[in-house]
């Protein structure tokens, strides 16, 4: 009996440790979490319940990465989106002496050289933030709306290059999701193909 008891508990065990590391579903509570920013300001998405936030993985090292910012793309899709209320939050869960990790005085500086708008950049070197929400590549994207629901995570657009002459003919599946929201109608592409980099992350120990 006490073998069975053993055997259950340990099942338990596994099966909430499983669910705890899910992938992040869409039409689910977003994961919450609370982190620093660049200014070491702590900031937690649950703050921002009530707004829709845009959570943006990069690493300025990053092919992919450069596309979208030296194309000013990203950028001028930040302050599109942050001038209508919209929270935006660049992630960065590169760890030390990886490819894209920063300090907040060197994140800030990033920020400003490139001319981006985030609302907060987010320092992840032990991608924690990373991991509860399965960010695998940079850019890599997710869109929380008011209510604390997942409603997008993938791709930025669906041309997966480096070259910045795709931008154009690309369908960017952010925009066009913040586009749904604002009219009141479900995300049409939900879930997409995320492309770009891998997330440098901290090696397991």
């Given at each position: 009996?006490?073998?069975?008891?053993?055997?259950?508990?340990?099942?338990?065990?596994?099966?909430?440790?499983?669910t705890?590391?899910?992938?992040?579903?869409?039409?689910?509570?977003?994961?919450?979490?609370?982190?620093?920013?660049?200014?070491?300001?702590?900031?937690?998405?649950?703050?921002?319940?009530?707004?829709?936030?845009?959570?943006?993985?990069?690493?300025?090292?990053?092919?992919?990465?450069?596309?979208?910012?030296?194309?000013?793309?990203?950028?001028?899709?930040?302050?599109?989106?942050?001038?209508?209320?919209?929270?935006?939050?660049?992630?960065?869960?590169?760890?030390?002496?990886?490819?894209?990790?920063?300090?907040?005085?060197?994140?800030?500086?990033?920020t400003?050289?490139?001319?981006?708008a985030?609302?907060?950049?987010?320092?992840?070197?032990?991608?924690?933030?990373?991991?509860?929400?399965?960010?695998?590549?940079?850019?890599?994207?997710?869109?929380?709306?008011?209510?604390?629901?997942?409603?997008?995570?993938g791709?930025?657009?669906?041309?997966?290059?480096?070259?910045?002459?795709d931008?154009?003919?690309?369908?960017?599946?952010?925009?066009?999701?913040?586009?749904?929201?604002?009219?009141?109608?479900?995300?049409?592409?939900?879930?997409?193909?995320?492309?770009?980099?891998?997330?440098?992350?901290?090696?397991?120990?």
């Amino acid at each position: 009996m006490s073998l069975l008891k053993s055997a259950a508990t340990v099942l338990v065990g596994f099966l909430m440790t499983a669910t705890a590391n899910a992938a992040p579903q869409i039409g689910k509570p977003a994961p919450d979490f609370t982190a620093v920013d660049s200014n070491g300001k702590t900031v937690k998405l649950s703050d921002f319940r009530g707004k829709t936030v845009v959570l943006e993985w990069t690493n300025d090292g990053c092919p992919y990465v450069k596309k979208h910012y030296s194309s000013n793309n990203i950028q001028t899709l930040q302050r599109e989106e942050t001038a209508k209320g919209i929270v935006w939050l660049t992630v960065i869960s590169s760890a030390p002496g990886t490819q894209g990790y920063v300090s907040g005085d060197e994140a800030n500086k990033l920020t400003g050289s490139r001319g981006a708008a985030p609302t907060a950049v987010i320092l992840d070197p032990e991608g924690s933030v990373g991991h509860l929400y399965d960010a695998r590549t940079t850019p890599h994207m997710f869109i929380v709306n008011g209510d604390g629901t997942l409603v997008y995570m993938g791709g930025i657009d669906d041309k997966a290059t480096t070259d910045v002459a795709d931008i154009k003919t690309a369908r960017n599946y952010v925009r066009a999701a913040l586009d749904n929201l604002a009219a009141g109608v479900p995300v049409e592409s939900a879930v997409t193909r995320p492309y770009g980099c891998s997330v440098k992350y901290k090696p397991a120990s």
